[in-house]
């Protein structure tokens, strides 16, 4: 049942990500950019999944797999500090926008839930701002909006 649902989810999202790619092609290059960069790797993604599902792990083994996740202690936690990381990253993109909020979640997220040194974790925000900053605003010319803090403090 579980490698049913995996070939039919990956079929799906490789024509969604196909027909995305497709459909952007015909669009100028600023506009085609990020389906581009999103649909690719989807699309490639997708197809790897189909694959391993078609012959890849035995179907005994994916279940025992979905056991220890579903059992092993903590399952619930995990998915709950998973989901806080994502609601707070969303939050702090409305509140502070995105070139604070890039950088500022990838700092965070190193030192507190990766317990990396502070070195590493200044470095690699500091990279994730550079290729931000560097990406939209400079290559693209795509400045994004500051968040809503930012633009009360600023009038």
């Known amino acids: 049942m ?22 952007a092609s015909a669009w100028p290059w600023k506009a085609a950019l990020f389906p581009l960069a999103i649909g690719i790797p989807m699309f490639c993604l997708a197809a790897t999944e189909l ?3 078609l012959l890849g792990v ?3 083994s994916a279940e025992l797999a979905e056991l220890e996740l579903t059992t092993g202690g903590g399952a619930g936690r995990r998915i709950l500090v998973a989901a806080g990381w994502i609601f707070g990253l969303l939050a702090a993109i409305v509140l502070l926008g995105f070139s604070i909020s890039v950088p500022l979640f990838v700092f965070l997220y190193l030192k507190l839930q990766g317990k990396e040194s502070w070195i590493l ?15 939209f605003d400079q290559l693209l010319h795509l400045p994004f909006p500051q968040g809503w803090l930012l633009a009360l403090l600023a009038s």
Not at 4 to 13: D, Y
Request: hydrophobic share 65%; net charge positive; no cysteine.
């Open 2 to 23: 579980r490698r049913n649902a995996t070939l039919g989810l990956s079929a799906g999202v490789m024509l969604l990500a196909g027909y995305g790619v497709f459909a």
């Open 51 to 53: 694959l391993w599902a």
């Open 58 to 60: 035995p179907e005994k």
């Open 121 to 135: 974790s200044v470095v690699l925000a500091a990279v994730a701002w550079v290729f931000f900053y560097g990406l």
